[in-house]
């Protein structure tokens, strides 16, 4: 949920739907970094198994690379972490990254829903209740 210093933005279909070029490069960019971290995490692994002695001690060589790799893998999460924000700022809120689905805050009447978009979708065309999900999407 939103902090003090962040305000729910709540879009119309129209704002929201012009979102939709740009959200397709941020889940490509988000999946990219994803992809990085899990690499990094692997090679923190492979060090640690690799650079480790039989009495559970890591060598001075294998701590200087798990170092390095840590510090590598602080910068990608926070990178990951500043594109998320920078959805939210926009109005966009990511629910699964590997089927590309966004919602969006709007009104529907005088109700406070989301509008609900999947990366294979040409357009914003559903909507649900805040407590709802995808399974509860309906047309617009």
Same mark, same amino acid.
């Given at each position: 949920? &939103? #902090?003090?210093?962040?305000?729910?933005?709540?879009?119309t279909l129209e704002e929201a739907n012009a979102l939709l070029p740009q959200l397709?490069?941020?889940?490509?960019?988000?999946?990219?970094?994803? *992809?990085?971290?899990?690499?990094?995490?692997?090679? /923190?692994?492979? $060090?640690?198994?690799?650079?480790? =002695? =039989?009495?559970? *001690?890591?060598?001075?060589?294998?701590? *200087? *690379? /798990?170092?390095?790799?840590?510090? #590598?893998?602080?910068?990608?999460?926070?990178?990951? $972490?500043?594109?998320?924000? $920078?959805?939210?700022?926009?109005?966009?809120?990511?629910?699964?990254?590997? =089927?590309?689905?966004?919602?969006?805050?709007?009104?529907?009447?005088?109700?406070?829903?989301?509008?609900?978009?999947?990366?294979?979708? &040409?357009?914003?065309?559903?909507?649900? =209740?805040?407590?709802?999900?995808?399974?509860?999407?309906? &047309?617009?």
């Amino acid at each position: 949920m &939103p #902090n003090d210093k962040t305000k729910i933005k709540v879009l119309t279909l129209e704002e929201a739907n012009a979102l939709l070029p740009q959200l397709r490069l941020d889940l490509r960019s988000l999946r990219e970094q994803r *992809a990085a971290i899990l690499r990094t995490q692997a090679q /923190v692994e492979i $060090e640690e198994m690799t650079a480790t =002695s =039989s009495a559970g *001690a890591l060598s001075p060589a294998g701590h *200087a *690379a /798990v170092t390095r790799h840590m510090e #590598n893998l602080r910068l990608q999460t926070r990178r990951f $972490e500043e594109k998320l924000g $920078e959805m939210v700022q926009r109005g966009a809120h990511l629910k699964d990254l590997d =089927s590309g689905l966004v919602d969006f805050y709007s009104r529907l009447g005088g109700e406070v829903v989301f509008l609900c978009w999947k990366e294979d979708e &040409p357009q914003i065309s559903h909507w649900h =209740s805040l407590r709802g999900g995808f399974q509860n999407r309906e &047309p617009i």
